[in-house]
């Protein structure tokens, strides 16, 4: 009897921490996607050169280094197990949403 509770205690216990897995996986792209384009808004704003997005989190985010304007929007993607579209707005608050 013991056992039959302990395996469907970590039954249940696997989506949860899948989705805690993915969920963190998106945040930390979130969060990286985020301090890029505040990056991005000050550069833009004392006209210096801008970098090139880390990617440490992400797969993939817009990078506009050689390119782009302040209205340009920096969308990025997490690494896996990640699921989410991440979509930030330079001009203003640099604010970022999860899509």
Known sequence: MLFAFVVVVAMSAK??????????ANRACLQEAEAYATDTRRAFQVNVPRSSPPNADCRSTTDVSAGGSIDTD???????????????????????VEM
């Open 15 to 24: 989506p949860v921490y899948r989705m805690f897995v993915v969920q963190s």
């Open 74 to 96: 920096i969308i990025a993607t997490p690494k896996p197990p990640g699921d989410a579209t991440i979509r930030c707005k330079i001009n203003g608050a640099a604010h970022c």
